[in-house]
């Protein structure tokens, strides 16, 4: 199995910018899709992004593509989610997730979940 550790939460200003990283253990990592989730309080968890295997496929939410940026350094085992010009709706916990390459890129369920980072964005 894989384990996942997030870390680079805290509290910014709208406008801001923050990293968060997932640093990740067990199996080979690089035969992982690698996904960020978020979840506000009185909120359902939602989709945020995720990256390919091999970086070179990225899929992005309506509601952060264009400010949010996903990359993998599979070398180091991390997967990052680069946020910038923050919104108080961006609020929530973040989770790091990984599912298999064998799963499909549209559908596939994500197996393994970080604890989480709390982000919180202040107007």
């Known amino acids: 199995q894989v384990q996942l550790v997030e870390s680079g939460g805290g509290l910014v200003q709208a406008g801001g910018s923050l990293r968060l990283s997932c640093a990740a253990s067990?199996?080979?990592?690089?035969?992982?899709?690698m996904g960020w989730f978020r979840q506000a309080l009185g909120k359902e968890r939602e989709f945020v992004a995720r990256?390919?295997?091999?970086?070179?496929?990225?899929y992005y939410a309506d509601s952060v593509k264009g400010r949010f940026t996903i990359s993998r350094a599979n070398a180091k085992n991390t997967v990052y989610l680069q946020m910038n010009s923050l919104k108080p709706e961006d609020t929530a916990v973040y989770y790091c997730?990984?599912?298999?390459?064998?799963?499909?890129?549209?559908?596939?369920?994500?197996?393994?979940w970080g604890q989480g980072t709390q982000v919180t964005v202040s107007s």
């Open positions: 997730a990984a599912r298999p390459s064998t799963t499909n890129w549209y559908s596939g369920v994500y197996d393994y």
């Open positions: 067990g199996r080979t990592f690089s035969n992982y899709v």
């Open positions: 990256i390919s295997w091999s970086g070179t496929s990225t």
